[in-house]
Nanobody, 123 residues
Framework: QVQLVESGGGLVQAGGSLRLSCAAS????????MAWFRQPPGKEREFIAA????????TYADSVKGRFTISRDNAKNTVYLQMNGLKPEDTAVYYC????????????????WGQGTQVTVSP
């Protein structure tokens, strides 16, 4: 069964840092692109960052560029999101997603999803 399990969310003050992890079942990690999306309260889910299997040229949303870093450890079947300089507007449920092939920013192209992890940034 395909599974993506996120962890690492929590409550942090503005300016602080968190690192999210997403552990994937082996059958979907090899050759798959991985992404992070987030859904702020009352808003639609939005693209944050994505990385291909080879980790060549990660892609970021403008809102997080320079503050967030996506990376992956293929030996551990895990993708990470390092979040620095957090702002209250980063408060959201963060989701990990996977798809075979290239990166798309459009949510509809991503086939597998985790259950989400809450990130709350206080002023």
């Amino acid at each position: 069964q395909v599974q993506l399990v996120e962890s690492g969310g929590g409550l942090v003050q503005a300016g602080g840092s968190l690192r999210l992890s997403c552990a994937a079942s082996g059958s979907i990690f090899s050759g798959y692109s991985m992404a992070w999306f987030r859904q702020p309260p009352g808003k639609e889910r939005e693209f944050i960052a994505a990385i291909t299997w080879s980790a060549w040229s990660p892609t970021y949303a403008d809102s997080v560029k320079g503050r967030f870093t996506i990376s992956r450890d293929n030996a551990k079947n895990t993708v990470y999101l390092q979040m620095n300089g957090l702002k209250p507007e980063d408060t959201a449920v963060y989701y990990c997603a996977a798809r075979e092939g290239v990166i798309y920013r459009n949510i509809n192209y991503w086939k597998y999803w985790g259950q989400g992890t809450q990130v709350t940034v206080s002023p």
